[in-house]
């Protein structure tokens, strides 16, 4: 009873710990694929994606991909 009380919260705080260094890696991963190294522009991708949901959160239907 003794040992699981001594080794659990220390392995608690690891498997946190790297779940936020998961977190922290993912956002610097969205940023890197979504802009241009040169740049720093958001690359077609990125700025299509906004488009699209920019347009449907203003209600509108989602336009058709030849039209961007």
Same mark, same amino acid.
């Given at each position: 009873? !003794?040992i699981?009380l001594l080794?659990?919260?220390?392995?608690?705080f690891?498997?946190? #710990?790297? *779940? %936020?260094?998961?977190?922290?890696?993912?956002d610097?991963?969205?940023? !890197?694929?979504s802009?241009?190294?040169?740049?720093s522009?958001?690359?077609?991708?990125? #700025?299509? *994606? %906004?488009?699209?949901?920019?347009?449907?959160?203003?209600?509108?239907?989602?336009?058709?991909?030849a039209l961007?």
């Open positions: 009873m !003794i699981p080794i659990a919260p220390p392995f608690f690891y498997l946190l #710990s790297k *779940l %936020r260094q998961l977190a922290i890696a993912h610097q991963l969205l940023v !890197i694929a802009t241009d190294g040169l740049t522009c958001l690359n077609r991708v990125a #700025s299509t *994606l %906004r488009e699209v949901d920019l347009v449907g959160r203003m209600g509108g239907e989602e336009p058709s991909r961007l």
